[in-house]
């Protein structure tokens, strides 16, 4: 078979990876060859003969698909910021970046963890470095950006704020795509699930993982205002920071006694998405681009969504007429007008429908790969 294309994808045993490639069966898409890298088997997989399993993945990696004259296609930028300002611009021109929101919003700092005797000076020390490490990481990533990965063939974004951040940082003569990637389940999927609850309980999940950028903590001393009303608060820390996720549903069971739910195993996506179904506010307080596809989801089923005030998603979505709300209003407001949406939801309920729409999913994909076919 000869292949135009050949998609890299850094996390290979992820969902979004499988269900790309399924999706891209189903579209008749014979000339993609896929690149896995992943140190586990995925078994789904064996009977592709379009996909290829590796451990690792090198600039030798890549210089090899363009020298053999392929449109190469990054799920998810790999290369570190340093090691980008040495990347070939005319190599580049062969490549398209595909984004996923943490390659794109880079955080440079030490984990912190559970650190003991000589690790805790260590890890001091290693903060204290941050002071001066964190900004230039982030600068080197800016000139990294603007000098050489706006020689790119194109980038794929998700959303409005990865368009204006690149925007910002690369100008206008970058190529830049909006596009979603399939979750493998569609709007008519989502319209036969169970109706949503009927009881008087309101459900409010803060974050969907157990990581400390969603300030867990911070949000179950703002909702401790409203203690005595009829709510119950879900707090999904399946994956993540495990020693966090501990200290997060220790924490919650102590402010909230019975009236808290810690989903600490993993779920089937459909199962999880008639979790969010039942949910009726959601609070998502962080600064970059993070937990798509259940935002997406919370606007598909009319759900009130709280974001930072100071966050990319937040200042986009206002932007295109999506009903979202201020974090800071929690616990300074009534519970009423906590709970219950004060703005239209329409736009993000049509909003959601177009990411899950799997006509508009595929014209993305034809108008994308059209684009950066191989002369």
Not at 331 to 354: D, H, L, T, W
Request: charged share 25%; with cysteine; proline share 2%.
């Amino acid at each position: 078979m000869e292949y135009k294309f050949v998609h890299i994808m850094a996390m290979g045993n992820s969902p979004f990876c499988l269900n790309f490639i399924y999706f891209l069966k189903r579209m008749r898409c014979e000339d993609h060859l896929f690149v896995l890298i992943t140190k586990t088997d995925i078994p789904e997989l064996f009977e592709y003969e379009n996909v290829l399993f590796k451990k690792d993945l090198s600039i030798e990696m890549l210089s090899y698909y363009v020298k053999e004259g392929y449109s190469v296609i990054f799920h998810s930028f790999p290369f570190s910021s340093i090691a980008c300002l040495f990347l070939d611009r005319q190599m580049l021109n062969h490549v398209t970046w595909w984004v996923w929101g943490h390659d794109l919003y880079r955080k440079n700092h030490v984990k912190s963890g559970d650190l003991k005797g000589n690790k805790k000076l260590v890890y001091f020390l290693k903060l204290g470095m941050n002071v001066v490490y964190s900004p230039l990481m982030s600068i080197l990533w800016s000139v990294a950006l603007k000098r050489k990965l706006s020689h790119l063939r194109a980038i794929v974004v998700n959303c409005g704020a990865d368009e204006d951040f690149l925007r910002q940082k690369m100008g206008d003569s970058i190529k830049i795509f909006r596009s979603a990637y399939s979750v493998g389940y569609f709007n008519e999927d989502f319209e036969r699930l169970p109706s949503q609850v009927s009881d008087s309980i309101i459900r409010v999940m803060i974050g969907h993982s157990a990581f400390e950028f969603l300030r867990h903590k911070v949000y179950l001393d703002k909702l401790s205002a409203y203690k005595n009303e009829n709510l119950r608060i879900i707090l999904p820390l399946s994956y993540g920071n495990m020693q966090y996720a501990r200290s997060v549903a220790d924490y919650a069971k102590d402010k909230f006694g019975d009236k808290v739910t810690v989903l600490s195993e993993g779920m089937d996506f459909i199962s999880y998405a008639k979790l969010l179904k039942s949910i009726d506010v959601a609070i998502f307080d962080y600064e970059h681009q993070s937990a798509l596809g259940n935002i997406y989801l919370l606007f598909l089923f009319g759900k009130k969504v709280y974001l930072s005030p100071t966050g990319v998603l937040y200042k986009s979505f206002l932007k295109e007429g999506i009903a979202v709300y201020d974090c800071k209003e929690i616990g300074e407001v009534s519970f009423k007008n906590f709970c219950i949406p004060s703005k239209s939801v329409a736009n993000g309920v049509e909003y959601a429908r177009k990411t899950f729409d799997s006509q508009e999913i595929e014209k993305s994909y034809r108008e994308i790969f059209s684009y950066i076919s191989p002369m």
